[in-house]
Nanobody, 134 residues
Framework: QVQLVESGGGLVQPGGSLRLSCTAS????????IAWFRQAPGKEREGFSC?????????????YYADSVKGRFTVSRDDAKNTVYLQMNSLKPEDTAIYYC??????????????????????WGQGTQVTVSS
């Protein structure tokens, strides 16, 4: 049973950057699609990014970004380190939320405009707080 732990959150000023990590234990992430979700106070959890499995064929799937983060956030994976990263640049106060990573063996991250949904993922981290404020 793979277990996920997020790290790298914190307080940052508007325009700043953070890099979140999602590290797995109890199993390898290579065959899992990984998604990032966030939940702001008083709002529902929303999926805003995903990346295809590390062992997927080149033409199978891709990466997805919601419009709200496109061009500012980048998801990547290092399967040798069993870790997925979320580089967040040009952060805005509206990015303030608890950030979660999630993994699933079946989910297809198409790289198109399909937003990941919470119920589609079996494994979750505990979340890390990101606060963007001056």
């Amino acid at each position: 049973q793979v277990q996920l732990v997020e790290s790298g959150g914190g307080l940052v000023q508007p325009g700043g950057s953070l890099r979140l990590s999602c590290t797995a234990s109890g199993g390898t992430l290579t065959s899992y699609a990984i998604a990032w979700f966030r939940q702001a106070p008083g709002k529902e959890r929303e999926g805003f990014s995903c990346i295809k499995p590390g062992d997927a064929l080149p033409h199978y799937g891709g990466t997805y970004y919601a419009d709200s983060v496109k061009g500012r956030f980048t998801v990547s994976r290092d399967d040798a380190k069993n870790t997925v990263y979320l580089q967040m640049n040009s952060l805005k106060p509206e990015d303030t939320a608890i950030y979660y990573c999630a993994a699933d063996l079946i989910y297809y991250c198409s790289g198109g405009d399909v937003k990941p949904k919470s119920y589609e993922f079996d494994h979750w981290g505990q979340g890390t707080q990101v606060t963007v404020s001056s």
